[in-house]
């Protein structure tokens, strides 16, 4: 079994987004109480959560932006985008957030953990550097990608994020940083709009974004067939010495802001699929981040096998699930990122 780290902390149910909103504190709570269970109680090492420093937000946001989300602290209800709003709680949990995955990252490092999973709110992974967007503060993925590089020497992260929604502001704030892969599955046209087959970076970064735009319907078989035939060679080639995960729940067949067909089985067979490519690179360094997920029981059950999987007590084959994949739909999609990125990268010549 591994060693598998959680971050938890009810201070992130302070962040309150507005009535009914999706992104509310009971998609924690049904989380944790499914933690607290008899199956789950006790497998998991509790990572001591911490609020992110100055510098740490540094990393990736202005010190005027950091300045503005602070100054909600305390105070009600404060729309920073027509999306994104706080209340008097949401700074210190923002912090948190960001703080808790960063201390994830140092204890998977260190390898007093060999793996973890931040069960943390507000999600970050639509966060600019100076604005708050689709229910975002601070961008907890890229802040801590940059924290890996610049406190644990970490000279190479791959961010693989598989929300449905694309990750704008992760892909803006790393495009131009050819230390950091940012490789994101997103259903396309959709918010926020970018993420199309042909951003793939910028400047010294150029290749260094893969961006696998999708229509509705993809399930199981199509995701981990995208894992298994782009994201893998390319993670192997690209050899990170950590692989962070944006992990939206948010493509789950229930969710009411999504239209993908992903089952809790599939969640776990992704989980694997990156571990295999974590194992063959970086002794199986793996850190996941919570981004979205709107269906409560669906967020629920999936987030378990997920963190089943981590823990090494169940073991999928993405690549029976791959198996299943509709050949059609996944050929088109090949076809588009071998189109743009095999310029780039020699596994996606052949
Ligand atoms: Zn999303």
Redesign the pocket.
């Known amino acids: 079994m591994n060693k598998t780290g959680i971050v938890r902390d009810n201070r992130y149910m302070d962040h309150q987004a507005g009535a009914f909103h999706p992104e509310s504190p009971k998609r924690l709570e049904v989380v944790y109480s499914m933690l607290d269970e008899q199956d789950m109680a006790g497998l998991f090492q509790e990572v001591p959560v911490r609020r992110a420093e100055q510098e740490e937000l540094l990393l990736i946001h202005s010190p005027e932006y950091i300045d503005r989300v602070a100054s909600t602290e305390g105070k009600g209800p404060q729309a920073l985008d027509p999306d994104t709003s706080t209340s008097s709680g949401s700074y210190v949990a923002a912090l948190l957030a960001a703080g808790g995955l960063c201390q994830a990252i140092s204890m998977v490092i260190s390898g007093e953990l060999d793996n973890a999973f931040a069960l943390v709110r507000p999600?970050g992974?639509h966060a600019e550097r100076s604005r708050a967007m689709?229910f975002c503060l601070f961008n907890n993925a890229a802040i801590g990608a940059r924290y890996a590089r610049e406190f644990h020497g970490m000279k190479k992260i791959l961010v693989v994020d598989w929300?449905?929604?694309h990750g704008n502001g992760t892909q803006r704030s790393l495009e131009e940083d050819p230390s950091i892969l940012y490789f994101s599955t997103h259903q396309y046209p959709y918010y926020p709009g970018s993420g199309a087959f042909d951003q793939a970076g910028r400047g010294e970064g150029e290749g260094f974004t893969v961006n696998v735009p999708l229509s509705t319907g993809h399930g199981n078989g199509e995701y981990a067939g995208i894992f298994e035939k782009i994201l893998k060679p390319v993670a192997l080639e690209f050899d990170p010495d950590l692989i962070l995960v944006s992990a939206?729940f948010?493509i789950h067949e229930n969710d009411p802001?999504?239209g993908m067909n992903v089952t809790p089985d599939g969640f776990a067979g992704l989980t694997r699929s990156i571990m295999e490519m974590a194992g063959e690179c970086c002794d199986g360094k793996i850190v996941i981040t919570l981004?979205?997920?709107y269906d409560l029981m669906g967020l629920r059950d999936s987030i378990k096998t997920v963190l089943k999987e981590l823990a090494g007590l169940s073991e999928t084959s993405s690549r029976d699930m791959a198996a299943l994949a509709d050949q059609r739909k996944l050929d088109y999609v090949l076809a588009g990122v071998h189109e743009v990125h095999k310029m780039f990268w020699k596994s996606l010549q052949a």
């Open positions: 999600p992974h689709g929300d449905l929604h939206g948010d802001l999504g981004e979205g997920g």
